[in-house]
């Protein structure tokens, strides 16, 4: 497989979208979502895109939007147009929703647990396994889990300030995750009660530091 797992900042992405039909609309909704400036290119979008600041073009754009963007998704049932866009966006990100081998990004299927993303892949093998695996994991995290990322954050914000180094702090992290009266904590839901603990546990060991 020729692919590699990035996250890239979308804030002020200017995303070109070919095509307004399902995938369009998904693949607008996902990047509006996360802070990217959306225009397409059809027929008509629904008022949810409106309202979220999408513009509609016409296809006679295509190449002004092409020029405009950072990143071009083609998702039209008109072949010949997704294969022209992707032939003027040489010098462009390209997401081809037809035909993701022809691109040079994936928009995997994805999906929000708490603070946590977690994305699936498949190789564009087959989207509905994709959807499977989502119904998995999302069956098997649970709230304990979205409360020791929580934990461990809080716990790495108050290290960084005592220890420079990062493998020491890594240990110490686990010896948190590891007590067993901050996991009675979590599982009490005692979030507040749990961090007290930890901070009085950072205290004592490096009283003198």
Not at 36 to 64: C, P, R, W
Not at 116 to 139: D, N, W
Not at 172 to 193: C, G, S
Request: aromatic share 6%; hydrophobic share 40%.
């Amino acid at each position: 497989m020729d692919w590699t797992a990035l996250y890239f900042k979308t804030s002020g992405l200017k995303v070109f979208i070919l095509g307004t039909g399902e995938v369009a609309t998904r693949r607008a909704n996902r990047f509006l979502d996360h802070g990217a400036v959306v225009k397409l290119a059809g027929n008509s979008i629904d008022e949810e895109l409106l309202n979220k600041g999408a513009e509609l073009h016409s296809t006679d754009e295509v190449d002004e939007l092409v020029g405009w963007c950072d990143l071009a998704v083609v998702a039209s049932g008109d072949k010949e147009l997704c294969d022209y866009v992707s032939s003027i966006s040489d010098e462009k990100l390209v997401n081809r929703a037809d035909n993701p081998d022809l691109g040079d990004i994936i928009v995997p299927t994805s999906f929000n647990i708490g603070d946590v993303e977690i994305s699936i892949f498949t190789g564009a093998k087959s989207p509905l396994m994709a959807r499977q695996l989502r119904k998995k994991i999302q069956s098997v995290i649970t709230e304990e889990d979205i409360l020791e990322i929580e934990l461990q954050d809080y716990s790495r914000s108050l290290l960084k300030e005592i220890i420079p180094n990062q493998k020491d702090r890594r240990d110490y992290l686990y010896r948190i995750f590891e007590d067993e009266d901050i996991q009675n904590l979590i599982k009490a839901r005692e979030i507040d009660k749990a961090k007290a603990v930890i901070c009085e546990l950072i205290k004592e060991d490096f009283n003198d530091t």
